[in-house]
């Protein structure tokens, strides 16, 4: 679906009736995600192996800490992943989440991301040089190059709260972009498929309003 | 260009906020979630809830008070004060914090820094130093600055950033509760060691002070409690002070 062609939904008008799969690999914990859903009138569970995917009206994966543990998406998750995706169901990857969406990154490079997004996330040192600090850890400022669902009705310079060392280039489908030494993807979208770098689930009204845009397409 | 975070400590005891809270129009005063909720209205940009109790009936009053903030604001939560063990700290995030805050428990066991950041991510390890000029150096104290350790604050930092903080909390003992100022010389000195983000506490008493350790104190964030709750200043005017002298903040 491009933009501009489905008509943006309001989450309230699901109330009670989205239900989503918060995929769980161990990367730190769930709770914020699921109250932030719970907030947006979305029902958050955590499927206990891939073939509990099939119910779910949208997924998501989120994570804080080392991509190393995306590891624990196996091929049997990464297949039913994509298969969902494959048949419309929407797809959020939050923070290394995001990062799993691209092909690697060089904090594990031997394990490998989904490649929905093309190239490889860095760490920040690697670009700002000791100027500034890593991780970067706070509020900054969104800037959109384009118009996506995912960011619609969030305003250029709105902040976001972010927590990360590594980040992923901006490519063809980034939605925002984040300055910090470097300019990389704080949100990517293409077709079902979108991510975050921020955590929507810890960035207000804001973040809740993008949680809200994204589920208007969970059905 | 990233934000200097403002943020708001809540004292808790027994899962009321015990220090003055003087918000006009705020019926239960020393309600944490209320209290919470209108830091979140304010602006804030981060949530401390500071819990001194510490005995086992406390933890589950603790869990309580946790989850009630957390279910009234979307913003980064850290929880400090009686977190000694890995369970403790468990329960903390279980119940809705996004941090813990590590002092005390950290001296006499700096393995758990490494313990929790390998299970959470280090930016959910936050140690808490509090610290206190000595001659030419700042030397650490421990039990809410009751205790000496023979440690220095900005060796120490260094330390736990080795075994995996994600965040200093740095609480000048010379001017906590004194309102002349953070120590922004100690507060540079610890922040110029390290390479993850330095958050200054103890000594705030007028909105020039956030201005001066933002600046000289290259501090990243900047904790307050009692300026917000007894002169009855406000963080969004605090905010909108910081914008007028370029310094980058949320708003």
Redesign the interface.
């Known amino acids: 679906m491009l933009e501009g062609q489905a008509p943006f939904e309001d989450a309230s008008e699901h109330k009670g009736f989205v239900v989503i799969a918060l995929v769980d690999y161990g990367?730190?914990?769930l709770?914020?995600v699921r109250?932030?859903l719970a907030?947006i009138g979305a029902h958050a569970w955590t499927p206990t192996v891939a073939g509990e995917l099939g119910r779910a009206h949208g997924i998501i994966v989120p994570g804080?800490?080392?991509f190393d543990s995306t590891r624990a998406l196996t091929t049997e998750w990464r297949t039913a992943i994509r298969t969902m995706v494959d048949d419309g169901v929407p797809l959020l990857g939050i923070c290394v989440g995001l990062q799993w969406l691209f092909e690697g990154s060089t904090e594990a490079p031997d394990v490998e991301g989904l490649s929905l997004f093309k190239g490889t996330c860095h760490i920040f040192t690697e670009h700002v040089n000791?100027r500034?600090?890593?991780?970067?850890?706070?509020?900054?400022?969104l800037s959109m190059p384009r118009q996506t669902r995912l960011m619609a009705g969030v305003k250029e310079g709105s902040?976001v709260?972010f927590?990360?060392s590594y980040a992923a280039p901006v490519v063809d489908d980034t939605a925002a972009t984040c300055?910090?030494g470097v300019r990389f993807s704080a949100a990517v979208e293409r077709g079902n498929v979108a991510g975050v770098q921020f955590h929507p689930?810890?960035?207000?009204?804001v973040?809740?309003r993008i949680l809200s845009n994204w589920i208007a397409d969970a059905v | 260009?990233?934000?200097?975070?403002i943020i708001a400590c809540l004292d808790v005891r027994d899962g009321k906020v015990v220090k003055g809270v003087n918000f006009e129009g705020l019926r239960d005063a020393g309600d944490p979630a209320a209290l919470a909720k209108r830091y979140?209205v304010e602006g804030i940009?981060e949530i401390v809830i500071l819990d001194v109790t510490a005995t086992l009936e406390s933890r589950q009053a603790r869990a309580h008070t946790i989850a009630a903030v957390?279910?009234e604001?979307?913003?980064?939560l850290c929880v400090g004060g009686g977190i000694r063990t890995e369970d403790d700290a468990a329960a903390a995030?279980?119940?809705?914090a996004?941090k813990v805050s590590l002092n005390t428990a950290a001296l006499n066991n700096p393995d758990l820094i490494t313990t929790l950041a390998k299970r959470?991510?280090?930016?959910?390890v936050i140690i808490a130093v509090d610290a206190k000029r000595e001659g030419d150096r700042f030397a650490v104290y421990a039990r809410s600055g009751q205790a000496g350790t023979n440690r220095d604050a900005i060796e120490w930092a260094r330390e736990a950033t080795d075994r995996g903080a994600?965040?200093i909390l740095l609480t000048s003992i010379d001017r906590d509760g004194t309102k002349i100022g953070f120590d922004c010389e100690m507060t540079a000195a610890v922040s110029d060691a390290v390479?993850?983000?330095v958050i200054a506490s103890g000594g705030a008493g007028t909105f020039e002070h956030f201005a001066e350790v933002f600046g000289a104190g290259h501090a990243?964030?900047a904790l307050a409690a009692s300026i917000f709750h007894f002169q009855e200043r406000s963080v969004r005017e605090l905010k909108a002070f910081l914008a007028e002298r370029n310094v980058p903040i949320?708003r």
């Open positions: 990367a730190g914990n709770t914020s109250k932030a907030a804080v800490g080392h000791g500034l600090k890593v991780p970067h850890v706070g509020w900054n400022s902040q709260y927590t990360h300055d910090y689930e810890k960035s207000g009204d973040g809740l | 260009m990233l934000s200097k975070r979140n940009d957390a279910h604001i979307f913003l980064p995030i279980e119940a809705g996004d959470y991510g280090s930016q959910a994600g965040e390479n993850i983000p990243d964030a949320r």
